[in-house]
């Protein structure tokens, strides 16, 4: 059974910094992919930082471009999503989703984080 745990988030003031984590644990033979994605209130949820668990190749929304970064501890399998100059706009619950084939499995299959609230605002 594979568990994904997410931490980090919370209140911050514009121009701040957050850093999230996301850890998946239990029977992993391969992660693939990890990715940040988050849900404003109202809005669908989006796409918002991608990184290739095997090269390290990354991908970013633009409209976070230049201020979040996307990194992962292989040994870990951990990915963080370093939020800097933090926007009200980038109000939103954040979710890790990870690609990740099971020891017991021949597939991969998708894993969500639980969620977790970042607030910006003065």
């Known amino acids: 059974q594979v568990q994904v745990v997410e931490s980090g988030g919370g209140l911050v003031q514009p121009g701040g910094s957050l850093r999230l984590s996301c850890a998946a644990s239990g029977s992993i033979d391969t992660i693939y992919i990890m990715q940040w994605h988050r849900q404003a209130p109202g809005k669908q949820r989006e796409l918002v930082a991608h990184i290739n668990n095997n090269n390290g190749g990354t991908t970013y929304a633009d409209a976070v471009k230049g201020r979040f970064t996307i990194t992962r501890e292989y040994a870990k399998n951990t990915v963080y999503l370093q939020m800097n100059n933090l926007k009200p706009d980038d109000t939103a619950v954040y979710y890790c989703?990870?690609?990740?084939?099971?020891?017991?499995?021949?597939?991969?299959?998708?894993?969500w984080g639980q969620g977790t609230q970042v607030t910006v605002s003065a």
């Open positions: 989703y990870l690609s990740i084939r099971p020891q017991e499995s021949s597939k991969p299959s998708a894993y």
